[in-house]
């Protein structure tokens, strides 16, 4: 094995991808409250969000050690790659640099590159597959960095919250906005900003229109879409994300579209019935 994409649990892997011997999860953690939780397959995402219902405060999460980035570093593998959430949003980065430092120090020389995603979720997993797509054509190491590089700076990622409660209790939205937005069924659209931190995009009255006003502005940012792939991920919102991908389907002209569900993490920051996508 010549290559080997670690990608911090934030970041759904498909099936197809689990299986393949080039990519490894590491895993974050999350309490609620004083209930603890692993973000691996373990993962029990309806009783994750009961917790989170019942409970009055915010979920938190730690990410992995940078020990645990060193032992997935080390691999028979020649070039080793990882893809963290952002570094705004996280210290997955940061331990991945510290784990790439003590390996260095203790192992010595291997090539290994961290992306910091600037995104978080299915964002995540497209630059893995891009990496890979890069590898299986045969470029060199330092190519690889530079066309991913670019290809996270024009990546696009949005979600649209089915509800604010989590942005309330973690300080990011005010009492009487979460109580006004939900009075009025208002929904934000959100996204990444070139560094890395959430931002609001815009909103629409409802999910229906909010999920349209996404597909709508991602359609007109992404150029050369049979060249892309189309990402969406759910928190317990299955229906929701079928139909928003036949949308797609039928207003865009994609490489391919999927859909798949929310890990821990994700699940943490979409909450129940969000809705992310990526291109």
Do not use: W
Not at 17 to 35: A, M, P, Q, R
Not at 82 to 95: D, E
Not at 255 to 277: K, L, P
Request: glycine residues 6%.
């Amino acid at each position: 094995m010549s290559y080997k994409i670690v990608v911090d649990s934030c970041g759904e892997l498909p099936e197809r991808l689990k299986k393949d011997g080039h990519f490894e999860t590491v895993s974050l953690e999350i309490y609620v409250d004083d209930y603890h939780i692993v973000d691996d397959e373990s993962f029990d995402q309806a009783e994750f969000l009961r917790r989170v219902r019942e409970s009055p405060n915010c979920p938190k999460s730690t990410c992995p050690s940078p020990e645990r980035y060193m032992e997935a570093y080390d691999c028979e593998a020649e070039r080793v790659y990882a893809v963290t959430l952002s570094a705004q949003l996280s210290g997955s980065c940061n331990s991945a640099q510290l784990g790439k430092k003590l390996y260095l120090e203790e192992k010595g020389e291997k090539q290994i590159h961290i992306f910091d995603s600037k995104s978080a979720s299915i964002g995540q997993t497209l630059i893995a597959m891009k990496i890979q797509e890069y590898e299986n054509a045969g470029l060199e190491f330092k190519q690889i960095i530079a066309k991913v590089n670019d290809f996270t700076d024009h990546m696009n990622t949005s979600f649209v919250l089915e509800t604010l409660e989590t942005l309330r209790k973690n300080g990011r939205l005010s009492n009487i906005k979460a109580f006004v937005a939900g009075a009025l069924n208002i929904k934000p659209v959100m996204g990444a900003t070139p560094e890395g931190t959430i931002c609001q995009l815009g909103q629409a009255r409802g999910m229906v229109r909010a999920v349209d006003k996404m597909i709508k502005d991602l359609l007109e940012k992404t150029k050369d879409q049979q060249e892309k792939i189309f990402a969406i991920s759910h928190c317990n919102a299955p229906k929701r994300a079928q139909e928003a991908a036949l949308k797609v389907r039928e207003l865009g002209n994609f490489r391919e579209v999927f859909v798949i569900d929310t890990a821990g993490i994700s699940s943490m920051y979409a909450s129940d019935g969000g809705i992310i996508m990526a291109v």
